[in-house]
């Protein structure tokens, strides 16, 4: 069980380059969330999606956009590269009971990301 | 709206000692809070989690919280510091946002484990 997996680990891009994050889960899990890591400020989140078919808004949307392709992908796109998006980026997901509410969330192992 | 603060950005303790890390909380429904761990190079992984069951909460790898409604506060302990627990600790809180909830973190806590 493999649980939440991204690609790529490790990227470099210049000014201005696209590139899109990969974000796979395993567990059936109706929500997925992105977020970013930057030092001192805990982790952001940039986009989620409740269940397929949706997408969401988080707190720092700005310069990226999302695909949930399917229950199991939720993908980031950078447009445009901007050396402010030199992050940490994980990818998260989690259960959603009878109620409507979110369970514990599980992250993948990240991918890190350089903006020249 | 919900919200977390971490008090300490790095706490440094020996080998053996007491482990405290500090988490205030901020929400005027009754809060659910997490810890999480992550390990150098890692995605984050569950600690523990409070949802109004019991105030003392027991996680994996020996530690525990306690929920104080009186002092806002869900503070991270364990009685002994272990090498292996050399890691970067976040609280959070679930935020409720028309009928989804997602969480929101703190800034993180530092540990750094010394023989």
């Known amino acids: 069980n493999a649980g939440v997996t991204q690609t790529p680990k490790f990227q470099v891009l210049k000014t201005g380059q696209s590139m899109t994050l990969q974000c796979a889960q395993d567990?059936?899990?109706?929500?997925m969330y992105w977020y970013r890591q930057d030092p001192g400020m805990g982790l952001r989140l940039i986009y989620y999606s409740a269940s397929e078919g949706t997408t969401d808004k988080g707190e720092v949307p700005n310069g990226y956009n999302v695909s949930r392709l399917n229950k199991r992908e939720f993908s980031l796109r950078l447009e445009s590269a901007a050396p402010s998006q030199t992050s940490v980026y994980f990818c998260?997901?989690?259960?959603?009971?009878?109620?409507?509410?979110?369970?514990?969330?599980?992250f993948g192992p990240g991918t890190r990301l350089t903006v020249l | 709206a919900q919200s977390v603060t971490q008090l300490g950005s790095h706490v440094s303790v020996s080998e053996g000692a007491l482990v405290l890390l500090r988490c205030n909380y901020s929400s005027s429904v009754p809060p659910y809070l997490f810890w999480y761990v992550q390990y150098p190079n890692q995605g984050l992984q569950l600690l523990l989690k409070y949802t109004s069951a019991a105030t003392l909460v027991k996680g994996i790898n020996g530690f525990e919280a306690e929920f104080k409604k009186s002092e806002t506060s869900f503070h991270l302990t364990k009685p002994s510091a272990h090498m292996s627990d050399a890691a970067e600790y976040f609280c959070a809180v679930r935020r409720m946002n028309t009928g989804f909830q997602k969480l929101v973190f703190g800034t993180g806590t530092r540990l750094l484990v010394s023989p």
């Open positions: 567990m059936n899990h109706n929500s």
């Open positions: 998260a997901s989690s259960a959603r009971d009878s109620w409507g509410t979110t369970d514990t969330q599980y």
